[in-house]
């Protein structure tokens, strides 16, 4: 596949929230204001893009050739942990109100399926190097763009009257649910009519 097929694939036809929900916590917590909905996607997108890499680099050059691929599980998850916390501590020191405003939902990255999802189907679908590395870029887009579609519809959605028992949580899930019926149309054939 074509990066510009791996990108279109995991932005729109495999997104990662709206079509494989993936990711909901941080999804649902996070966008109820726009600029932390902007600071955890490119939170998770940096994380997603290196943690695809680096474990596609310890699965090929050390649980593969030890045959120890039963282990890439515990694996990735230790990496995507330290990943996290890297990032966590980078966004303490350069934005603390960022920082503050993502709260307990940016160390909870590290158990982001979403994250862990991407790292296992770039070792799975044996893409090399640069396309783990391209669909990891491509899925944190795919969460930035879904993140922060939510959080714009949430704030317009606080300006006006919704039923008192939707407000909040509920109609969230009835927005993602709306959003993810929109995404459908993007499907395989469509991505097999734009890239060939």
Excluded: H
């Amino acid at each position: 596949m074509t990066y510009i097929g791996i990108i279109i694939m995991f932005v729109f036809v495999n997104n990662f929230i709206l079509s494989q929900f993936l990711g909901l916590c941080p999804f649902i917590g996070v966008s109820k204001n726009v600029d932390s909905a902007i600071g955890m996607g490119f939170a998770v997108t940096f994380v997603m893009s290196i943690a695809a890499l680096t474990t596609w680099a310890i699965y090929n050059f050390i649980l593969a050739p030890l045959d120890i691929t039963f282990l890439q599980t515990i694996t990735f998850i230790l990496v995507i942990a330290t990943l996290v916390q890297l990032v966590e501590m980078v966004i303490q020191k350069t934005s603390p109100p960022l920082y503050k405003s993502l709260g307990i939902y940016l160390p909870l990255i590290t158990t982001n399926c979403a994250v862990l999802g991407i790292a296992l189907i770039a070792v799975r679908s044996e893409y090399s190097a640069l396309e783990s590395f391209v669909a990891g870029i491509a899925a944190g887009l795919g969460f930035l763009l879904a993140i922060v579609l939510m959080s714009t519809i949430r704030e317009r959605m606080d300006r006006e009257w919704v039923p008192k028992p939707l407000r909040g949580t509920p109609i969230a899930f009835i927005t993602g649910g709306l959003m993810a019926l929109a995404f459908m149309a993007f499907d395989k054939a469509l991505l097999n009519n734009l890239v060939g």
